[in-house]
Nanobody, 114 residues
């Protein structure tokens, strides 16, 4: 089992910045990759950014150039730095880790006011 605990998020004005963190614990030695997804009201959950065990990153087109995913050297914590936030970035952000299966965090709310 992998446990994911998210922190960060909150309310910010348009153009502002926020940072999310996700700490993984449990059986983490075989995590292949981690990432952030988001789900806005009435919409499907979508990938925001991901990072593989080798450090390769992938971003949704809507966040390229504004968001940065990174992790610590131990590969136990993944971060999402969000800059130039827009109201359309408002959503619940979920941390994801993939090992034997996909694991999810509890989600953290990000609200961007116009």
């Amino acid at each position: 089992q992998v446990r994911l605990v998210e922190s960060g998020g909150g309310l910010v004005q348009s153009g502002g910045s926020l940072s999310l963190s996700c700490a993984a614990s449990g059986i983490i030695f075989n995590i292949n990759g981690m990432g952030w997804y988001r789900q806005a009201p009435g919409k499907q959950r979508e990938l925001v950014a991901s990072i593989t065990s080798r450090g390769s990153t992938n971003y949704a087109d809507s966040v390229k150039g504004r968001f940065t995913i990174s992790r610590n050297n131990a590969k136990t914590t993944v971060y999402l730095q969000m800059n130039s936030l827009k109201p359309e970035d408002t959503a619940v952000y979920y941390c994801n880790a993939v090992s034997t299966r996909s694991f999810w965090g509890q989600g953290t709310q990000v609200t961007v006011s116009s």
